[in-house]
């Protein structure tokens, strides 16, 4: 497999039931992915667990403390941005619950590092609705959710609330990490929003998506309506900004 470096991002509020059997799930593959822990001050134990995990495995598994719930987007761009400084390749975002299959990392990371795009996304809705455990008034919601912000912005993506996906750094590097507003499910809207803007190549591969069987869900009405509002707003802003990549630096 090439010589990439990987890294997971994965963000935590009281994922004690979840957090060691999904890092030693991680720590199994192959090609090898290192993990970053992005911990919002649980008070389940969820930071110590992982500092255990780090004597077992060293050098392949981050954590960063935080202090309190400070939402999901901003757990992401503080770990993008590290994930940036230590040079990693392609850095990913996944749920701590199981809901994402930590196998389908490797399929993520095919369709940038062999298929040639910057972002994968594995999504619920590309071949007909994936979703296992779902009462069908959320597959419904979430669903027509993604109809929604398809029919407001443009973009050519079925699963746009998706948060398991691989990013070339070249992606991270040219947003503008610090622009990003949303912190809910709203965050990974604009992300792919962004990143379509500018012309990045953006793959969805098809995932069974299933719903977490331990620990709580953080859904709530106020990340919803984040997401409902916002993404108008983030339609009507983007018409008075332009998207224009750096052009990389010619070989002499």
Not at 59 to 83: P, S
Request: proline share 4%.
């Amino acid at each position: 497999m090439l010589h990439h470096r990987r890294i997971v991002i994965i963000p935590t509020y009281n994922e004690i039931e979840n957090v060691e059997l999904m890092i030693r799930k991680v720590m199994s593959l192959e090609p090898f992915f290192d993990v970053m822990i992005v911990d919002d001050g649980s008070p389940d134990g969820t930071a110590q667990k992982v500092k255990q995990l780090q004597q077992e495995f060293p050098e392949r598994i981050y954590l960063e403390e935080r202090q309190g719930k400070l939402g999901l987007g901003t757990a992401y761009i503080h770990g993008f941005k590290i994930a940036l400084a230590k040079g990693y390749d392609y850095i990913f975002e996944m749920d701590c619950d199981f809901s994402h299959n930590p196998d389908d990392l490797i399929r993520l990371y095919q369709a940038c590092a062999i298929e040639g795009n910057d972002v994968a996304i594995g999504s619920r809705y590309v071949v007909g609705v994936n979703v296992v455990n779902w009462p069908m008034s959320r597959v419904l919601m979430s669903y027509f959710a993604s109809k929604y912000v398809q029919l407001v912005t443009g973009m050519p993506i079925t699963d746009t609330t998706a948060g398991f996906k691989c990013y070339h750094r070249t992606v991270l590097e040219t947003i503008e990490l610090d622009k990003i507003k949303f912190v809910g499910y709203a965050f990974q809207i604009e992300m792919k929003f962004t990143a379509w803007k500018y012309g990045f190549k953006i793959k969805e591969i098809p995932i069974i998506f299933t719903d977490r069987t331990r620990g709580t869900s953080k859904m709530s009405k106020r990340i919803f309506k984040e997401a409902f509002f916002g993404v108008l707003q983030m339609k009507i802003e983007s018409l008075f900004r332009t998207y224009h990549r750096p052009m990389p630096p010619v070989e002499v």
